[in-house]
């Protein structure tokens, strides 16, 4: 099996450098080609890209800003592999990535598939902590990934693949400005064709760095949820409401604390729960104390973004 694998970039050279190291060390001897698409950088990462093309089978392309779904689109029809690998330009590959692919498609042979994301022990506190924001059973539910047992797994475009002419026979990537990976998801389901979740096919990823990029993010994930139901109705689910619940509920719980100190109670044991919980799994109690802002920063970004876009748009 040959791969081609995809990263869209736009303004992140250090990002594309640390990727391309990650991809030099891949372990198995597994054929792949990466293919860079760049978009109007005012920081290109060429010459990034020049220092690895003795190293790996390389291709960059810039193009005129034309956004990140058209740059996937684009890197895909220059591409020559069986399967595409779309990646998001702030991850690291770890060695076995491709290796761990190769075995389950001998093993399982499917359409298209996902792998979940990690926190690399070399990530900073924030980096871990807004990493555990975004995968906890606390905060997202764990639907990001992670759980083989998921009924159905939407692979997301930091870590996903398929077979190029399943993605030709969909027309690649839609024009949405944020959701375009689940959206592309749901439409590989609609047509039929298998997807599996490849739990040991990680990659870690960096994310956004601060509490502001970060509450920035999520809250565009929120609203992209309304999109999204309103291209596919039957994709809203109740989870969906929930951080929005939380939001109202954290309000309405400092309010009353006004009168009665006791409504801190459920806030105090899910500071808790999740300061433990993150402290345990990732071995610091400085990363536990940061899960909780970052756990809340997430939860209060795609909540409000949620019921904007519901008031907006609906």
Not at 94 to 100: L, Q, R, S, T, V
Not at 219 to 248: E, Q
């Amino acid at each position: 099996m040959f791969y081609s694998i995809i990263v869209p970039v736009y303004n992140r050279p250090d990002e594309v450098e640390e990727l391309l190291e990650s991809l030099t060390r891949q372990e198995g001897n597994v054929p792949f080609e990466v293919v860079i698409v760049e978009d109007v950088s005012a920081r290109t990462c060429d010459a990034v890209v020049e220092r690895y093309s003795s190293k790996l089978d390389l291709h960059y392309y810039a193009r005129s800003n034309t956004g990140i779904s058209a740059s996937r689109n684009y890197g895909a029809e220059k591409s020559k592999g069986d399967y595409l690998v779309i990646l998001d330009s702030d991850c690291i590959i770890p060695p076995h990535y491709f290796e761990a692919i190769e075995q389950e498609l001998r093993t399982n042979p499917c359409d298209a598939f996902g792998g979940p994301d990690a926190a690399s022990p070399s990530f900073s506190h924030i980096q871990k902590a807004v990493n555990y924001a975004m995968t906890s059973f606390f905060t997202t539910g764990g639907i990001r990934g992670g759980k083989k047992q998921m009924e159905k797994f939407h692979p997301r475009s930091f870590n996903m693949g398929i077979k190029k002419e399943v993605y030709a026979d969909l027309g690649g990537f839609s024009n949405m400005l944020c959701g375009e990976d689940i959206d592309f998801s749901i439409r590989i389901f609609q047509q039929g064709y298998t997807v599996r979740l490849f739990p040991e096919a990680f990659v870690y990823h960096k994310r956004r760095t601060n509490m502001l990029k970060f509450f920035r993010q999520v809250f565009r994930f929120g609203a992209a949820r309304i999109d999204l139901y309103k291209r596919h109705p039957s994709s809203l689910r109740v989870i969906h409401f929930l951080p929005t619940a939380f939001v109202v509920g954290t309000l309405f719980l400092l309010v009353s604390s006004l009168w009665c100190v006791y409504a801190l109670i459920p806030l105090g044991v899910f500071c808790i729960l999740v300061g433990i919980d993150a402290s345990i799994k990732n071995k610091s109690l400085a990363v536990g104390c940061l899960s909780i802002a970052t756990s809340f920063v997430q939860l209060f970004g795609y909540g409000i973004g949620f019921i904007i876009a519901l008031l907006a748009r609906l």
